[in-house]
């Protein structure tokens, strides 16, 4: 390992990645090092999502998460197929089951205008005949949504790295950053039984994936921001295999926009499989995938942030039912069955749960759009919320031109 960088990227999922990919393009001498404290890449949010290529329906006109999605459909279609990765261009159904739902959709056919995303109104009985196991009023079928194994897709981003000269370690848990007027050091910990131990390392400039970590990571360089990291189950299951081609498209519900999550869906994946899912439980250990987590430091950190209790009493209704149905099946099925009546508690099947790393202000505001925060040799990746894997690439290429522009600040400053 070199032991000066032109860059550091902390953080090997998709966007990490991505970035560190998109930085070696634009400065193909530079020296590049993408540090990860897992032992592969792409272990949380990336490798614990529902796959999808997400169209862009649901984002406010102007945002970045609207602008970057859009963009990155067809970058990643075309990532997809220069390096052979599998992709199932499925669409999704928006399932209206009642009037207000119908009321609901005309929204999201305006908010469809307004992005310049294609979809069909269908009617109940276009509905019933493209989907018979189905029931609902009507729907919008959006063509422009996919599905695909991001962890393969972050697997040749890396490569592609790599084979252009940049360097991952991984089983790499960053302790500690200094930033200095001419550099920036991280204080390492390498857990790989073959070179365990603390090393540092030195660059010129820093970017920050951290995902999970992403609020701790500003802290470790005092950096004043005002968010924290919330963590939000969702928890899956999976159709029994019998029900594998019980639906054609993705089957999503119409949100209620009061809400902050969008409620549970029917997701065909890459693998053939379908899985229901997810809630939206409040999660105790930002890491934990299991059924029973817990973590005393990341308890004790939530518990004492004010945004915590603010967005919690706001959502108090919601996040009990949620609690609830994730411990009642009965609940969580008649979720599903409102617009699949079919399905049974024997077809609902274990699944891996995932985090999502929700950043929220300490007011309690839920940041529904892409946040940032910067030092003189550093830009932090704040809140990456869905479509995060979606939109890497031009996130990516984002990145790479804020870096610039505080980096031509600091030669002008």
């Given at each position: 390992m070199n032991e000066y960088y032109d860059y550091l990227v902390i953080g090997g999922g998709?966007?990490?990645v991505a970035t560190a990919r998109a930085l070696l393009s634009r400065h193909p001498a530079s020296?590049?090092?993408?540090?990860?404290k897992e032992s592969t890449l792409a272990c949380h949010q990336t490798g614990h999502n529902s796959g999808v290529i997400h169209a862009g329906v649901y984002?406010?006109?102007g945002s970045l998460k609207a602008r970057f999605c859009k963009e990155g459909v067809q970058r990643t279609l075309e990532f997809c197929h220069q390096h052979g990765i599998p992709v199932d261009n499925c669409g999704k159904l928006l399932v209206a089951t009642n009037e207000t739902e119908v009321r609901r959709m005309q929204d999201l056919r305006a908010r469809c205008h307004e992005n310049g995303i294609e979809f069909e109104v269908l009617n109940q009985a276009q509905l019933q005949a493209r989907e018979p196991n189905i029931n609902g009023l009507g729907a919008l079928f959006v063509p422009a949504t996919s599905i695909v194994d991001y962890r393969r897709v972050t697997e040749h981003m890396a490569s592609d790295f790599t084979a252009s000269g940049g360097e991952i370690t991984l089983g790499t848990q960053v302790t500690a950053i200094a930033e200095h007027s001419d550099h920036i050091e991280l204080t390492c910990h390498h857990s790989n039984a073959a070179s365990a131990g603390s090393f540092a390392v030195k660059g010129r400039f820093l970017v920050c994936c951290g995902g999970l970590m992403a609020d701790r990571l500003t802290q470790m360089m005092g950096l004043k921001t005002d968010f924290q990291i919330?963590?939000?189950r969702g928890e899956y299951y999976r159709l029994a295999a019998r029900h594998n081609q019980i639906v054609r498209h993705l089957i999503y519900p119409i949100p209620d926009p009061s809400l902050p999550f969008l409620g549970v869906h029917l997701t065909r994946m890459i693998d053939g499989s379908v899985t229901v899912g997810p809630n939206a439980v409040q999660g105790f250990k930002r890491e934990g995938y299991g059924r029973f987590n817990f973590s005393l430091h990341d308890s004790l950190d939530m518990l004492t942030f004010p945004g915590f209790w603010r967005v919690t009493g706001k959502h108090l209704k919601?996040?009990?039912?949620?609690?609830?149905?994730a411990w009642w099946k009965a609940g969580y099925l008649a979720r599903v069955r409102k617009y699949c009546p079919g399905l049974t508690l024997d077809d609902l099947e274990p699944y891996p749960?995932?985090?999502r790393a929700q950043a929220v202000l300490k007011d309690g505001t839920l940041v529904h759009d892409f946040l940032f925060a910067d030092s003189p040799r550093s830009l932090h990746v704040c809140n990456a919320p869905s479509p995060a894997a979606t939109s890497a690439l031009p996130i990516a290429d984002y990145i790479c031109d804020k870096v610039a522009e505080i980096e031509q600040k600091n030669e002008s400053g």
């Open positions: 998709i966007v990490g020296k590049i090092l993408l540090i990860e984002y406010a006109p919330i963590p939000y919601t996040g009990l039912q949620e609690f609830k149905d749960a995932g985090i």
